[in-house]
């Protein structure tokens, strides 16, 4: 590991949140370094239309792009890698990656990474909108559409139900037994017109524009694009193994200031429990960016 480097804030993660605390802290005039595993779930937009101030829509790389050049602007070090390991040195934290960092206070905006189905074709279809990640961000763009949520079937009703709005061609494709659903949510659905199959669930396929799936009594169907309800993995155990508090899904639990139970220690975006937007990510990053400035301000 190379020799360390100093700084008054460092943040875990170079997606929306944490560049955009980036850019606070830095007009805050703080030292900031920025470590990016490059793995921000918005990389996967393709286009967005519901971020704020891009009406004709903008990618989530392209969006990446300019947060990073603005964070730029201030006192800010934006570097490649991955934090393998965090602990308490006295008053500071001490980042492990393949270089060592000192701060005086740690954000995490580490996000979540989405369990897909199993199929060659995913990051393909993300790319041309025939799986997609998030119903709150772009079910507008399916009004219509044939739609499949795909997951165990408990799982995929809230999503299936909501897509309801958008589309009356929805249909979940259960990854488990249909004979182990709820009663009244198989009523519920029933009474939505979501029609339920039990599907291979490595079977899905691109299929031009589309997707296809096969399902276990033999038949296949195609849809105009597939959203997964299969859960995702937090990054928050660097955080929990230093004694930061989590709920049972593995979000961070933070204050109304995005502070967790440690001093100096905070989190902001997908990886505390709120709805994953882009616009929640700014908002997070503003309030903990302060906080994280007045906080050091008391021992400057």
């Given at each position: 590991?190379?020799q360390?480097?100093?700084?008054d804030?460092?943040?875990?993660?170079?997606?929306?949140?944490?560049?955009?605390?980036?850019?606070?802290?830095?007009?805050?005039?703080?030292?900031?370094?920025?470590?990016?595993a490059?793995?921000?779930?918005a990389?996967?937009?393709?286009?967005?239309?519901?971020c704020?101030g891009f009406?004709?829509g903008?990618?989530?790389?392209?969006?990446?792009e300019?947060?990073?050049?603005?964070?730029?602007?201030?006192t800010?070090?934006?570097?490649?890698g991955?934090?393998?390991?965090?602990?308490?040195?006295g008053?500071?934290?001490?980042?492990?990656?393949?270089?060592?960092?000192?701060?005086?206070a740690?954000?995490f905006?580490?996000?979540?990474?989405?369990?897909?189905p199993?199929?060659?074709?995913?990051?393909?279809?993300?790319?041309?909108?025939?799986?997609?990640?998030?119903?709150v961000?772009?079910?507008y763009e399916?009004?219509?559409?044939?739609?499949?949520?795909?997951?165990?079937a408990?799982?995929a009703?809230?999503k299936?139900?909501?897509?309801?709005?958008?589309?009356?061609d929805?249909?979940?494709?259960?990854t488990?037994?249909?004979?182990g659903?709820?009663?009244?949510?198989?009523?519920?659905?029933?009474?939505?017109?979501?029609?339920?199959e039990?599907?291979?669930?490595?079977?899905v396929?691109?299929?031009?524009?589309?997707?296809?799936?096969?399902?276990?009594?033999?038949?296949?169907?195609?849809f105009?694009?597939?959203?997964?309800?299969?859960?995702?993995?937090?990054?928050?155990?660097?955080?929990?193994?230093l004694?930061?508090?989590?709920?049972?899904?593995?979000?961070?639990?933070?204050?109304?200031?995005?502070?967790?139970?440690?001093?100096?220690?905070?989190?902001?975006?997908?990886?505390?429990?709120?709805?994953?937007?882009?616009?929640v990510?700014?908002?997070?990053?503003?309030?903990?960016?302060?906080?994280m400035?007045?906080?050091?301000?008391?021992?400057?």
């Amino acid at each position: 590991m190379s020799q360390g480097r100093a700084c008054d804030c460092l943040i875990i993660g170079g997606g929306p949140a944490g560049l955009a605390a980036a850019t606070y802290l830095g007009r805050f005039r703080r030292r900031v370094i920025v470590v990016d595993a490059r793995e921000s779930r918005a990389r996967c937009i393709p286009v967005s239309h519901n971020c704020p101030g891009f009406p004709d829509g903008i990618s989530g790389v392209d969006l990446l792009e300019r947060l990073r050049q603005q964070a730029l602007t201030g006192t800010v070090d934006l570097m490649d890698g991955t934090v393998t390991a965090l602990r308490r040195d006295g008053p500071d934290f001490v980042a492990t990656a393949s270089f060592a960092v000192r701060a005086r206070a740690v954000l995490f905006a580490t996000g979540i990474v989405d369990t897909l189905p199993n199929t060659p074709n995913a990051a393909s279809m993300i790319a041309i909108g025939s799986m997609r990640l998030c119903p709150v961000c772009d079910a507008y763009e399916v009004i219509d559409k044939r739609v499949a949520v795909i997951g165990p079937a408990d799982q995929a009703t809230k999503k299936a139900l909501f897509m309801q709005t958008y589309s009356s061609d929805v249909t979940i494709l259960a990854t488990d037994a249909i004979s182990g659903l709820d009663p009244a949510t198989g009523e519920l659905l029933k009474a939505a017109g979501v029609r339920v199959e039990e599907c291979l669930p490595d079977s899905v396929r691109a299929a031009g524009p589309g997707a296809r799936v096969s399902l276990r009594d033999g038949r296949s169907l195609s849809f105009d694009t597939i959203y997964p309800a299969m859960g995702c993995t937090i990054r928050s155990k660097l955080a929990i193994d230093l004694g930061a508090e989590c709920d049972g899904a593995g979000n961070l639990v933070v204050d109304s200031h995005q502070r967790t139970g440690i001093a100096g220690l905070y989190a902001a975006g997908d990886v505390v429990d709120e709805i994953n937007q882009i616009a929640v990510a700014f908002g997070h990053a503003a309030i903990a960016a302060t906080d994280m400035h007045n906080y050091l301000a008391t021992t400057d």
